[in-house]
């Protein structure tokens, strides 16, 4: 399997832009989600396919990739985006799914 | 509503097993698969595989095949995730996951509550 490599965290101030990346030799041909997840609960996802919003996540929060880099995106950061932050990469035959060691975003 | 609801917290000793359950709602069971992940303490997730609910086809993350068993009942909507030969490093939240796309379980947009399996003599 391979392994995606996160930072472990990003500080940012209410109202300004954050950025978490995360980096794997994979990613080329995988596709890339991100989950976001406060003390206690269950993971929420976030974008999957690159870039893909599911119903009730605000636009606020996007995703893109470049090379073996994908990056997930956050604009007029809010207290209530506190949390940890992981990427996930798999193919759509889900042979080969891998999280990421997760980033703390302090707001 | 969309849920997946499992079972109670379990604690096991070193070398026996534990079944975790996951009782689906609010939509088709047999449209989606489950995928099962686990969460160890203060840890990362780590994915330990998915079946489909529509033919039982499975796959295991190899680190886990020979001591992991992954279950259906469409009659109950309900998915079970069997792991024989406990260690202390099994210690986990389990969650189960429905895929976001029906038919590609390489992202999940539904989770259970997850459920606290503590493995210790």
């Known amino acids: 399997s391979f392994e995606l490599t996160q930072p472990p965290s990003v500080s940012v101030s209410p109202g300004q832009a954050a950025s978490i990346t995360c980096t794997g030799d994979?990613?080329?041909?995988?596709?890339a989600s991100w989950y976001q997840q406060k003390p206690g609960q269950a993971p929420v996802l976030m974008i999957y396919?690159?870039?893909e919003r599911p119903s009730g996540i605000p636009d606020r929060f996007s995703g893109s990739r470049s090379g073996t880099t994908v990056t997930l995106s956050i604009s007029d950061v809010q207290a209530e985006d506190e949390a940890d932050y992981y990427c996930?990469?798999?193919?759509?035959?889900?042979?080969?799914?891998?999280f990421g060691g997760g980033t703390k975003l302090t707001v | 509503q969309v849920h997946l609801v499992q079972s109670a917290a379990e604690m096991r000793k070193p070398g026996a097993s534990v079944r975790v359950s996951c009782k689906a709602s609010?939509?088709?069971?047999?449209?989606?698969?489950i995928s099962w992940v686990r969460q160890a303490p203060g840890q990362g997730f780590q994915w330990l595989g998915w079946?489909?609910?529509?033919?039982?086809?499975?796959y295991y993350e190899h680190k886990f095949q020979g001591r992991l068993t992954m279950t259906t009942d469409i009659s109950t909507n309900t998915a079970y995730m069997e792991l024989r030969s406990l260690r202390s490093d099994d210690t986990a939240v389990y969650y189960c996951?429905?895929?976001?796309?029906?038919?590609?379980?390489?992202?999940?947009?539904?989770w259970g509550q997850g459920t606290m399996v503590t493995v210790s003599s």
């Open positions: 996951a429905r895929e976001v796309v029906a038919g590609a379980p390489e992202a999940f947009d539904i």
């Open positions: 609010g939509y088709i069971f047999t449209k989606y698969t």
């Open positions: 079946i489909s609910t529509f033919n039982e086809q499975r």
């Open positions: 994979a990613l080329p041909t995988h596709y």
């Open positions: 396919r690159d870039n």
């Open positions: 996930q990469s798999g193919d759509s035959s889900g042979m080969d799914v891998v």
